[in-house]
């Protein structure tokens, strides 16, 4: 990977644990309007923006009877009140911080909304790390589609191939890897036997890992 000029981070899973809130607001929005939600669907659309498995749900398990907006905002607004537990993940900060030095860019490509991306930024003090910050409403279709990796390299002005995308989630590598990039898979949210049919490029259980593997450490990314 000699050619790896930026890397291009998610967020939920990867810099911020935020995965097991994400879930717990989604199932107590889904009490709350009496849905019923059958917990593989919480697995299959990790990675994937809160509308696309409002969407979903809405139309098959309530009968289409919901507005999908008007159950993601009454999500963001329960995800609101549990921001007091967001942390990082481990490792992550050292992590971004030393790329920041070693990399030419860094990228965030996230199917978390503008406002929540904001508030970890905000909270964590991530701004002056990253050159280009892609969410939700900058693409169209969201991971496992293509379009957020395309967009974050286009707005770093490199190709997909020269970027390293670092992803938790099998819909994340999917969509990376459909952009072209390279992809570490990082075992934060999902095990390396769920990660694995996805086929990252490497797969790390740690920051730390990773750091070792690309040599960003000691002299510059390998």
Do not use: W
């Not at 921001?83 to 990399?103: C, D, M, S």
């Not at 770093?156 to 390279?182: K, Y």
């Amino acid at each position: 990977m000699d050619q790896l000029r930026a890397l291009i981070f998610d967020l939920d899973g990867v810099i911020i644990d935020t995965e097991a809130l994400h879930a717990e607001a989604k199932r107590l929005t889904f009490e709350r309007y009496g849905i019923a939600v059958p917990e593989r669907l919480y697995t299959e659309f990790r990675g994937r923006s809160d509308l696309d498995m409002v969407e979903h749900v809405v139309r098959e398990l309530a009968g289409g009877a919901l507005s999908p907006a008007e159950v993601v905002g009454t999500k963001h607004d329960v995800f609101r009140t549990l921001h007091e537990k967001i942390a990082p993940v481990e490792g992550a900060l050292e992590f971004i911080r030393l790329a920041r030095r070693r990399f030419e860019r860094l990228a965030l490509a996230t199917s978390a909304t503008r406002e929540n991306q904001a508030f970890a930024f905000e909270k964590f003090d991530l701004r002056p790390f990253f050159d280009v910050v892609v969410t939700s409403e900058d693409i169209r279709r969201t991971k496992p589609h293509p379009d957020p990796y395309l967009k974050a390299a286009e707005k770093l002005g490199l190709s997909p191939g020269a970027c390293l995308v670092i992803e938790d989630s099998t819909n994340g590598i999917l969509s990376a890897r459909a952009a072209g990039c390279a992809v570490a898979a990082i075992t934060t949210s999902f095990s390396r036997d769920e990660l694995r049919d996805a086929r990252a490029d490497m797969m790390v259980d740690s920051f730390p890992e990773l750091a070792s593997l690309l040599a960003i450490d000691a002299g510059g990314p390998a």
